[in-house]
């Protein structure tokens, strides 16, 4: 069945960088588009990117644009979140989650990696 | 931003129907995908494209999108349908996903 399986979370200190992975089986991973999705503590849900099946096009929500970069890895089955430049409200529990379709909906998503930035 | 607006709670009895709003400026001219998150749990889809259901969600979940409103209905509400509910659509213009608030659906 599907499973995804973020990793990478921590604490870090404000200013520093962490890089998350989202390891997936299950599913033909190259056939979808794959998304990054976090959730502050006791907050919502707040989309922060997705990257294209095959072709690498990329989005970023304008909080995070410019401090995270997506990218993907077929041949693995998996895909990342590089974060600069961590700051408090970057804290949250982050999923990857995947859409079959551009601008679709997410149908599975991962347990997510708790990242806390803190000094 | 296109923004989405759901009310911050909702409480029913059991075996009542909760209708949970989800308003933004036309968003019956958008799809709408609503997710259920139960407590320490990742979120999970319950509804697609205005009104597809996942395979295993039962038949008690249905939604529909018209004008300023979305609304997600769970007929013969059960105590393990307590869980935050959220909407969420794709803001064309700037190619974004954006999530509503979310609803936290309690049962009485």
């Known amino acids: 069945q599907v499973h995804l399986a973020e990793s990478g979370g921590g604490l870090v200190k404000p200013g520093g960088s962490l890089r998350l992975s989202c390891a997936t089986s299950g599913f033909t991973f190259s056939d979808y588009y794959m998304n990054w999705i976090r959730q502050a503590p006791g907050k919502g849900l707040e989309w922060l990117s997705y990257i294209s099946s095959r072709d690498n096009l990329v989005s970023y929500a304008d909080s995070v644009r410019g401090r995270l970069t997506i990218s993907r890895d077929n041949a693995k089955n998996s895909l990342y979140l590089q974060m600069e430049n961590l700051r408090a409200e970057d804290t949250a529990v982050y999923y990857c989650?995947?859409?079959?379709?551009?601008?679709?909906?997410?149908?599975?998503w991962g347990q997510g990696t708790l990242v806390t930035v803190s000094s | 931003s296109y923004v989405l607006t759901q009310p911050p709670s909702l409480s029913v009895a059991p075996g009542s129907t909760a209708r949970i709003s989800c308003g933004g400026d036309?968003?019956?001219?958008?799809?709408v995908h609503w997710y259920q998150q139960k407590a320490g749990q990742a979120p999970v889809s319950v509804i697609y494209?205005?009104?597809v259901r996942p395979s295993g969600i039962p038949e008690r979940f249905s939604a529909s999108n018209s004008g300023n409103t979305a609304t997600l209905t769970i007929a013969r509400v059960e105590a393990g349908d307590e869980a935050d509910y959220y909407c969420?659509?794709?803001?064309?213009?700037?190619?974004?996903?954006?999530f509503g608030s979310g609803t936290t659906v309690t049962v009485l």
């Open positions: 969420q659509v794709w803001d064309t213009k700037n190619d974004n996903c954006v």
């Open positions: 494209y205005d009104n």
């Open positions: 989650a995947t859409s079959p379709t551009h601008a679709g909906h997410f149908d599975f």
């Open positions: 036309n968003i019956g001219t958008k799809s």
